[in-house]
Each structure stands twice: as C-alpha cells, then as structure tokens.
C-alpha cells in the first residue's frame, strides 16, 4: 500500500487542522484520495499523545478512526514489550513471536524488535497492507505479514516462542463485546492448540472484564489440552490512574509439575508504580482490626496530621484491598468504601494521597463550601447529585470524599498531601 504524491502533499499541508473542517471547507488538488488523506491526518493527529515515537515518523499510513481508537497506546505496547522479552528470556534461539490478531500492528511492531522472528497474522486485508507499508518504515525488518483468519489455519502455525493475541471485541454490528467467548476469535475455543504451539501466551482483554473469572474460564478452557498450560500471571495495566488493559499469561507446565498453581501473580501497573501479590494472598488474608475514626469537624493539628489514601485504577480492579492494609499500614475505613486513612503519612502508598482537613458528618462539613473536587465512594448520591444540592463548583485545590463509615454518611474535606 502507498500513498500517491498528490495525496502526500494533502496531508502534510493540513495535518494540525480539524478534519471535519478540511472535509466541509477544502478542495483537494485533482488525484487526492481524500478518504485516505482524512484518516492519516486525523490518526497523525491522534498518535502525537498516543504514538509519539510513530508520529515521528513521516511515513507512516494510518488507518480509520475505530482501529485508531482499539489499538495500544505506546506506553502500553512498551509494557507488553518488556513483559514478552522477561518470559522469553532464557528461550532458545531463534525466537519467534506470533501475533495472531495484528490488527493496526502497534503491539506487533514494539513486541517484534526483541525477537528474532515475528509473524502478523490479520484477516483484514487493508490492515495487513497498512502493516507490509508501515513495518517497512519503522525500520523492522523481521516481519512476516499473512492476511488470515488466525483460528482457520492453526494447524499451520509453526512452534513460537510467544503468542500475542488481542481478540476484537466487537461484534458483527460492531457493538462491543466483553466476555472471552464472544470476542474473535474465541481465545476459549482456540486456547488448547496455541498452547501446543508456544511456551507462552499473552492475551489481552477488556479492562471490564473480572480478572478472576477470566483466569478461571481460560484455566477451564485448558484442562483437557493435550499439552498441559494454565494462566500463571495476571496484569492490570493503568495509564494515568485509568484502566486500560488486562492482560493474561498463560505458560505450559509439564506433567512433572502436578497440580496446576491455581493462584497466579497479579501485577497492578499504574504508570511506574508497580504493586504484585499472588492471588492467595488475599484468599486467606483477614481484614485488620478497622479502627473506628472519632467523628469531628475541627481541622487536624500538626500534633496529630491524619492522611486519607485512594488506590489508584489497577489496584481498585484487584480489590487486593486488605492486602494494602496489610502492607502499607494503613486502615481501610469501611470495608465497601475502598479509601484508607493513617495518622502518619505514607509516602509509598500507590495511589493518591490528602492530607485530611476536615471529616464529619456529611451537611455539617459540607457547609459554607463554594467550589471543590468530589469523588463519591459507597455513598447513595452521584457527583453531579451532590453538587447540585450543596451548590458546589467544581475545581480549586479542595478535595471532597463521599462515603459510607459506620453506616453513616460522612465527608472527608482535604488538600493534596
């Protein structure tokens, strides 16, 4: 696939404008595939804060708005890089990586830098003439691209080191899908062969998804696999304290290994900070005493600072929240309401941290207050709901937290600590 000069010349003169203005307003010099053009604009345009290191690169050729819109950001598809190259490290060479749904390639064209031999498999073929083009341009030379319906032609596959498969999850009317079965492919029905053709698996999924159930449907999608494989990591990916992705590891292990480690490693990734448990962990971990927080509506003094901690997006997805307790020291004020409190402050606590100015019961605290930041945890009212009937703007440098201690409604009025 390429791009006429005409239509070069299109894009580079109207990439930093707005397409529905370029579409409605300009009159593009005869030869110009205007459709083309649009989409390269408007995915240049959206690879500056998603793909930087792609928009650098002038030769690129995007593809429509909703592959623009499901495919890895850079930072993502470096985590999958690092990730892949740990799992394979020690494997022998040459080492193969296959992604068995290639789609806009972004995962691909990181992921295949760390193996000697990467495969793309796409059934869309516009896609996969995007990816022959664009791989080419990134400079990766070790790409093998193949236009195919991946769970068609397994029996074709050769042995891989490592399986990348991100599943689409839209449907036939393109409405979005969330459960494993109802993706495409079916990573359920299709699991037990790829496991026959690579030590490692990765997949990723819908950051909706529970990642319990997930790990339990792919374990139960592989018990009866002739080569013996089960889910031993588990990654929930943040970027910017939002969910972004979920990502399953699945690797073979053999028949000496017995019972399968039904508790796989869980990684909550939030940017650079980085919290593992395995799954037992939270099994058998008893919540700690919750101490009981004396209702008041004086600010704290220096004498007795008092901190309250929200987790960031990865760890609200693993509920790991006794485990936090646990660990940081910290007591969790309700077990429904998922925010913790300390009289010193931790400073390695992953997610954000207040100092507390003001907690008490919700109309009292709330009084006299113009403008704030409001989050709502286990409280029966939305935001917009209590802005309205306390009259609060929002923004300024005042956080409020909503929730349920004790049974009752109460406020918690910070700063940022």
């Known amino acids: 696939m390429d791009i006429n000069e005409q239509t070069r010349r299109f894009i580079a003169a109207h990439r930093t404008e707005q397409v529905r203005d370029i579409a409605l307003h300009v009159h593009p010099e005869d030869g110009t595939d205007l459709a083309v053009a649009l989409d390269c604009i408007e995915g240049w345009q959206r690879a500056r804060t998603k793909l930087p290191q792609w928009a650098a690169c002038g030769d690129i050729i995007y593809p429509p708005h909703l592959a623009m819109e ?63 083009h664009n791989m080419r341009a990134l400079g990766i030379g070790n790409a093998r691209i193949v236009n195919a319906d991946a769970a068609a032609i397994l029996d074709e596959l050769p042995p891989a080191t490592l399986i990348m498969a991100d599943p689409a999850r839209r449907d036939a009317h ?22 026959g053709i ?34 031993s990591e588990i990654h929930i990916v943040s970027v ?23 508790f796989p490693l869980v990684t909550c990734v939030d940017d650079d900070t980085v919290f593992s448990f395995h799954a037992q962990d939270t099994a058998g971990t008893k919540a700690q005493e919750r101490k009981q927080l004396r209702h008041n509506t004086q600010p704290t003094t220096s004498d007795q600072p008092a901190y309250l901690y929200e987790p960031n997006a990865s760890l609200m997805k693993a509920s790991c929240f006794d485990l936090l307790a646990q660990r940081f020291g910290v007591t969790q004020i309700d077990s429904n309401s998922h925010l913790f409190v300390s009289d010193k402050q931790v400073d390695a606590f992953p997610g954000r941290a207040f100092a507390i100015t003001v907690y008490g019961p919700v109309k009292h605290t709330l009084r006299g207050i113009k403008q704030a930041n409001i989050a709502v945890r286990n409280y029966p009212a939305n935001v917009a709901q209590v802005r309205k009937r306390y009259h609060i703007a929002d923004g300024g440098d005042t956080f409020v937290f909503l929730t349920t201690m004790s049974g009752k409604k109460t406020a918690f009025m910070c700063v940022k600590a």
Not at 240 to 262: Q, S
Request: charged share 20%; net charge negative; glycine share 4%.
């Open 240 to 262: 910017h304290n939002e969910c972004k992705e979920l990502l399953l590891v699945i690797t073979r292990h053999g028949a000496e290994d017995g019972e399968t480690d039904t």
């Open 70 to 132: 499901q495919c890895s950001s850079q930072s993502t598809a470096q985590y999958k890089t690092d990730l892949a190259q740990r799992l394979s490290s020690g494997a022998p060479h040459p080492t193969t990586l296959i992604d068995i749904t290639g789609g806009f390639g972004v995962d691909f064209s990181y992921m295949s830098r760390v193996f000697d031999r990467a495969v793309y498999i796409e059934r869309q073929q516009h896609l996969c003439e995007l990816a022959e």
């Open 174 to 195: 393109g409405s979005r899908t969330y459960a494993i079965a109802d993706c495409t492919p079916n990573m359920l029905a299709i699991l037990p062969k790829l496991a």
């Open 198 to 231: 690579a030590p490692t698996i990765i997949i990723k999924l819908s950051p909706m998804l529970d990642w319990h159930q997930a790990a339990q449907d792919c374990n139960r999608a592989l018990d009866d696999a002739a080569t013996p494989a089960a889910v």
